[in-house]
């Protein structure tokens, strides 16, 4: 499940996916939200980055 919700920002894909499948609407009644894994893309990265650092403190390194 973590896996669908972090890939799509991770790798700046997918566009506008997640939003649409909750509410059973098509993609293009949401155009300004395409961009949005560009928008999260660098945060991603940089709690990815602090994970690996860290460990996410659950035995993850």
Do not use: Q
Not at 3 to 13: A, D, K
């Amino acid at each position: 499940m973590i896996f669908f919700f972090l890939m799509p920002v991770l790798i700046g894909g997918f566009g506008n996916y997640l939003l649409p499948l909750l509410l059973g609407i098509p993609d293009l009644n949401l155009p300004r939200l395409n961009a949005l894994s560009a928008w999260l893309l660098f945060p991603a990265c940089v709690c990815l980055s602090f994970g690996l650092i860290g460990g996410v403190g659950v035995g993850w390194t």
